[in-house]
């Protein structure tokens, strides 16, 4: 890359990420942390690394909270008395549908919203509190939203009406002898949602009807809601173990754990889903519990699988958690899932750039 290049990178990168920027969203949660950082935190100092890992970590948050925003202004519980999660007016018959795989699925995805809101809020704070530069990706939401009754007409950073949704984490945590971390590919649970473009939420009121549409539209949110969660709880594994101070390792594992527990929520309510062909599409929904135990729904603990080496015993475990090359990894993933479908090259730009640099962190240096 010649000095020019790099120049010209250098300045697109300022003007993108901007130091102690508003939060969206997160903004209000932000405020009351900013407002008296404790001097612990404040004196700790942070690694080039691990600065690096927290901003591609407070991007990806930034990048589930317009995920989660979406599916609670049409599904979940808007402006709750706390008005931790502002925005949207419920859709009724797509609530209906999504509440077919529990009856507490508002409850759920309002609180996994406001659990993404706080996780970017709170590692942009402490990033700023440690003079470190923040993410702000604001200037990329320009993706359009649903027109369906509900959805908030604003712009979006993600786009949830053409995924395509690699469903393999369903086998991967059921298998006891294949982990991708030893090379393994696992089988889609749910082949159709990964061939084509399928949507997660109504595009249109025209998609709330006939029932068996929009229940398809539901069972591939509830896919897509476990496959969000378990990639959360590879990436913040996988990249714990690049951070050098402590306190940014506590970080690593305490909002992780938080991603784990949802995934563990989720891919149970995902098993709820009922078998059914899309009329409309053709996407079928298989019965998971016709084929043996790598499909079986109920089996929601991480069954004991073959780590690091297969000399030694199985283990129950997440997974994957390999660290080479996790940030760009999720990049990959939300990429290949159809997320960014419509987003810029300056938006690409930038998050590879912030995935690259987290993946070049080193523990210790
Ligand atoms: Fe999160
Ligand atoms: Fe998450």
Redesign the pocket.
């Known amino acids: 890359m010649g000095t020019a290049e790099q120049s010209a990178h250098r300045t697109s990168r300022r003007s993108f990420l901007v130091k102690g920027a508003a939060l969206g969203a997160g903004t209000l949660a932000a405020g009351r942390l900013l407002a008296a950082p404790s001097a612990a935190i404040a004196s700790g100092g942070l690694t080039k690394g691990d600065a690096a890992i927290l901003r591609f970590l407070a991007a990806a ?1 930034i990048i ?1 909270t317009d995920i989660w925003q979406q599916y609670n202004e049409l599904a979940g519980i808007q402006d709750a008395a706390d008005g931790e999660v502002p925005g949207g007016s419920g859709n009724p018959a797509y609530t209906a549908a999504v509440a077919v795989l529990d009856e507490d699925m508002a409850q759920y995805i309002h609180d996994n919203t406001d ?2 809101i706080s ?1 970017g809020a709170f590692i942009n704070a402490y990033l700023q509190a440690h003079g470190a530069q923040t993410v702000n990706l604001d200037a990329f939401r320009t993706l359009p939203s649903s027109t369906a009754t509900g959805a908030q007409q604003i712009g979006r950073l993600t786009n949830l009406m053409q995924l395509t949704i690699n469903t393999s984490f369903w086998t991967r945590y059921r298998s006891d002898s294949q982990n991708p971390d030893l090379g393994e590919v696992l089988p889609n649970a749910v082949p159709g949602l990964a061939a084509g473009e399928h949507p997660a939420i109504p595009r249109t009121d025209a998609d709330l009807a006939p029932p068996d549409h929009l229940q398809a539209i539901a069972n591939t949110a509830g896919f897509h809601f476990a496959w969000i969660e378990q990639g ?1 709880t590879s990436l913040y594994a996988g990249l714990a173990q690049r951070v050098t101070h402590s306190e940014v390792l506590r970080i690593l594992l305490s ?1 992780g754990g ?2 784990i527990m949802h995934f563990q929520t989720w891919q149970d309510k995902a098993g709820n889903a009922p078998p059914l062909t899309d009329p409309n599409t053709g996407l079928t929904f298989p019965d998971l519990n016709a084929d043996g135990e790598l499909t079986q729904t109920n089996l929601i603990m991480p069954e004991p699988t073959p780590f690091l080496d297969r000399k030694f015993p199985i283990v129950s475990i997440i997974r994957p958690t390999q660290t080479d090359g996790a940030a760009m990894g999720t990049v990959r993933a939300f990429t290949n899932d159809g997320l960014f479908i419509g987003q810029s090259a300056e938006f690409f730009a930038l998050i590879t750039r912030l995935a690259q640099a987290a993946d070049a962190a080193r523990h210790g240096t």
């Open positions: 948050e589930e659990d993404e996780h959360g909002i938080s991603e």
